[in-house]
């Protein structure tokens, strides 16, 4: 039986791998940097391994003319990290200890699924990896729910947290 992979690295080396050559161009306005990051990955040209070329845009779809050296990029998988912790309702908790929240609309939208493909892309195409994340969470994610012991002080919701530890008692 082959030994299981439980290193990031060796997750996503298969896609930094597969990165090719074609591009995908992303126009995002920074007011709504989801709604437009959504809208280019439902497109059909769409691929993760598609290398992304970011034109910035004012509210009327004008864009600001930067050419994408790595710049625009970067700003926009910092700008889409930082929406999909601080706005999407998808996380919750402390900072450095999100863990995952029940958001209703997000599951319609197929907004877990998006964050979670983002996340990957940011870290093989460059960008800044998602440092909001609980340790419980990313090893979970990287080694899989069942190799991952979870405590109560790892539950964000406070009501949750106090009514486990009034059960465990």
Known sequence: MP????????????LENSLSSEV?????????VWDGTVRAMSRPNFSPTKQMDIKFTDNEGISEGAVDLGGPKREFLRLVLEYIRDHSGMFEGPQGKKVLACSIAALK????????????MSIIHGGPPPQFLSP????ALICGPDKVIVSAEDVANEEIRSQIILVSC
């Open 136 to 139: 419980v969470l990313t090893e």
């Open 109 to 120: 939208g197929n907004s877990y699924f998006y964050a979670g493909q983002l996340m990957a």
């Open 24 to 32: 995908v161009r992303y126009n995002i306005t920074r007011r709504n």
């Open 3 to 14: 030994k299981e992979s439980c290193s990031l690295k060796e997750i996503l080396k298969p």
